[in-house]
C-alpha cells in the first residue's frame, strides 16, 4: 500500500483525502475540495499540485458512476 502524500502542510491535507472528497463529495475544484475537507487554502504553496490531482480523479468519477 502507497503512503500518503502531503499537499497541504498548513492544514494538513493528503492527496488521498482530496481524492475521497472528489469521489464522495461530487467536489470538481481544488477549492471546493479544500472547503469540503474544512478549511480554504492558507499560503497557497500546494493550490497547483491539488488542482493537478483533482483534475486527475474528475474522469475517474465519471467512468465510476457510469458502470
Do not use: W
Not at 502507497?2 to 469521489?23: A, E, F, R, W
Amino acid at each position: 500500500m502507497v503512503s500518503p502524500m502531503y499537499v497541504c502542510l498548513c492544514n494538513g491535507y493528503t492527496d488521498s483525502q482530496i481524492k475521497k472528497v472528489v469521489h464522495e463529495g461530487g467536489v470538481s475544484t481544488a477549492e471546493e475540495a479544500y472547503m469540503a475537507l474544512g478549511s480554504g487554502f492558507c499560503c497557497g504553496a500546494c493550490k497547483d499540485c491539488a488542482n493537478e490531482i483533482v483534475g486527475a480523479e474528475l474522469p475517474k468519477r465519471t467512468l465510476m458512476a457510469a458502470e
